[in-house]
């Protein structure tokens, strides 16, 4: 098997200058940042989870012996590590430690499971896999040993009891032996798409770009050295990670808190001890602060001054209870792995906080609306939202029939996403254009859902459609002609369970149908064919199972 090439995020050199000129790229890199932020503020708290706190000085000291402890085993720097660790101290930890021995990371979600971890092992040729032992009743451990063997990582490297594996407690090197820092236009890690045509693809992100986003993430959201985040969503998606996030907080000289879960029963609790200041939330989980807030009173949100909502569409009736019902700041938030992130900003009117996504960070995030045709729309009328610029990638990692239709010639990147923008600039998430599933801001691709209802062998045709959720924002329904009259949706449900997939693509419903409409002229496209059996699933033609 040849060796899969190097992860390269490269852009045009003109435009690679202009950022740098405009000061965007500063040339700062992951571990200097951390020795900055370590020697500036050595003793105040840099990361808080369960009874473990580290000081800033703590985490640059952990960094470097994790970092050397990598190397030791046989790691050498450009080499992918796949990182699976929920919200604890580990993941900032060995986030970090990778950084310092110029290691990427390759940030999968606690939620993945075996099918997932096997193929962005595979895509990154990553070396090796760090995850937990037990969490929630599921043993990664287990889950590593058969992605090992099918996919033949050098190293497991297990936060808790190892058995056969790398404890990761056992990590250690000589620090001195750590490499000179990295190029500042280099990849310093990889994130997973949210995918809406098949498997999710790997996003190449490099210093110079990431830590532009966060640097700005952090100004704009107002973050200081008193700033106190809480990471309530996995620390390893984009959102948590660096709008502003974990990241950002650090960035800042703050303190992160890391919650196991985002349920207001563990959150709540969280926000009083440690006097949290800010934390970040989808909309179905601000819904239920909401709830919790007025049941529990808001005497334990005191410190909470700002949340920020993004991920899925946050309604504008919504939008104008969190303010009031929290006592706090709302931020709205419209990101993506792939790049631009808009915000709305402190300044803004109350009607452009509720009813907008809000505007990019950069003055150099280039934005254009298209139809079909990519011909772009008339202001004032919504169209597909096409965007380049500083921290937006121009292709992902080793696919290149991917990158032909996610990207322009001219090196825009199609987000799938239908805005309407408004003379302020803001921008105003219509819906979308690609067949992904919002569910409750985990991404769900119709196709990956398809391609493994295909391989039940009493399937013989499946289509997957999102369909309005009061609760999730959006459900997965999928539409099955069965070649087994016997077939039924909870076994269908326990089929996909058994796929070794994240159990938010498990379908919420499945439905059996005779046959998918067709023309007798022309067969309709799987996309025209989801759009049909989305709207028959609202009109209730269809009968559940
Ligand atoms: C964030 O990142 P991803 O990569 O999981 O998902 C990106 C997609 C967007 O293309 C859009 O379809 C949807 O998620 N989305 C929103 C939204 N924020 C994201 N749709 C409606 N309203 C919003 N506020 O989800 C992400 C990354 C960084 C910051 C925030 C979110």
Redesign the pocket.
Known sequence: MTEPAPPQQIWPEDRAARYRAAGYWTGETFPALLRDRAARHATRTAVIGGEMRLSYEDLLEDARRIGAGFLALGLRPGDRVVLQLPNEPAFVQVMFGLFMAGLLPVFALPAHRRTEIAHFAARSGAKALVVADRRGGFDYRAMAREVSAEVGLAHVVVAGEAEEFVPLGSLSGDPGLLPPDPEPSSVAFL????GSTGLSKLIPRTHDDYLYSVRESATICGLTEASVYLAALPAA???TL??PGVLGALHAGGTVVLAPDPNPQTAFPLIARHGVTMS?L??PLALLWLDAAAARGRDELESLTDL???????PPEAARRIGPGLGCRLT???????GL??YTRAEDPDEIVTGT??RPISPDDEIRLVDDQDREVPEGTPGQ?LTRGPYTITAYHGAPEANARSFTADGFYR???VVLRLPSGHLV?QG?ATD?I?RA???VSAEEIEDHLLGHEGVYDAICVSIPDAELGERSCAFVIRRDPALRGPQVKTWMRGRGIASFKIPDEVRFVEAFETTAALKISRRQLRARLRAAALEGESDAD
Request: glycine share 18%.
């Open positions: 994130q997973i798409s949210g998606h984009n959102f660096s709008s970040a989808v909309p920020l909502v993004g991920g899925a569409r946050l709205q938030v419209f990101g993506m792995a792939e992130v808009n996504q809000g939202l987000t799938g996403d998430v979308r992904h919002n801001g985990e991404k």
